[in-house]
Structure formats: structure tokens, C-alpha cells
């Protein structure tokens, strides 16, 4: 007696087989609008300029996010993100699940919640980042993203241009 053998499905036969595993896209979901546009930030003067700007901490990451001036070369309509993960995270191992994790989020939340001509950095925090459910990494993402753009622009020894110079604070001579 033969074991039984599987049938081999049609190339041609799309409706069906086995469906993906996960699906991210509602039923019937059509894409109306092209795609936003990111890119990822590679410049140090970029992830300086971000962290001179508005930030908002959650409690998986911080995030730093500058709206860009006209007069950089970069498209207006593009969204750029940068990832920081620093040693207080632990061995290289920990910070690249960190940096992975960041990654993913940002490509899940950004075009849906993010805004065409911002620079965002996210900064990973220690004991935080790689262990926090993955659920609510995206969660703090979409809310840091509203409570950004919701605030007014930034006050105090801040530069009143977020895309300004980056300026070191004043020395404190006292002692």
C-alpha cells in the first residue's frame, strides 16, 4: 500500500491554497495614495539636528523628530528615521535585536502616522526596547507620533528653528 500523496496545486490557480500567514492589510483593503517615501538617516549632522529638536520619551524608546526647513536638498514629501542604540543597552547582540525591533515599528507606523518633510530618530532604551511586547512598541510609536505633532513649537533655550544650527549649551564657570 502507498502512503498517500499530496496534490500539487495549479501555478495558475490563485484562489486556492494556502493563504499567507499574516496579513497586515484589512479585507478588500485597496491603496489609494502612493506609498510614502522613507529613507534612513546616515549623517551624524542629521541625528544632531534631530536630537536639538522636540523629543517625547515612551516607555520602549525616546523619540527625537525635527521638521526639515525648505531649503534642505531632501524631498519635502519624504520621511526620514534613524535608530540609536548605545553600549547602556548591552553587547552587540542586545543592541542589534534593539535596533531590529526599532526598525520593524517604524516601518509598520511611519507611513500611516508619520509626516512627509520630518526627520524622527528613535533611541532605544536599556532593559526597554528588546523586551518590551511588541504590541506595545507599536502603540507607543503611533502615540509619540500624534503627541509630537500635536505640540507647539518648542520654547526655552531650544533653537526657535528646529532644522537651525546645532548650538553646544552655555558653560556653567561656577564652581
Partial sequence: ??????PV???????????PAV????????????????????RRPDFLRAAQARRQGAPGFLLQARQRRGD???????IRIGYT??????NAVA???????????????????????????LVGRPGATADRLFADLLA??????SQIHAAPAPRGNRTPDPGGPVREPPKDHRR
Fill in 1 to 6: 500500500m502507498m502512503p498517500p500523496v499530496a
Fill in 85 to 90: 542604540c548605545s553600549k547602556k543597552l548591552g
Fill in 9 to 19: 496545486p495549479d501555478p495558475q490557480d490563485r484562489t486556492s491554497g494556502p493563504q
Fill in 23 to 42: 496579513s497586515v492589510c484589512p479585507e478588500g483593503a485597496t491603496v489609494t495614495e502612493a506609498p510614502v517615501q522613507i529613507e534612513v538617516l546616515a
Fill in 95 to 121: 543592541r542589534n535585536r534593539a535596533k531590529r525591533r526599532l526598525r520593524e515599528i517604524a516601518r509598520a507606523v511611519l507611513p500611516l502616522a508619520g509626516q512627509p518633510g520630518w526627520d524622527y530618530v
Fill in 72 to 78: 534642505e536638498p531632501v524631498p519635502a514629501e519624504m
Fill in 140 to 145: 507607543d510609536l503611533t502615540r509619540a507620533l
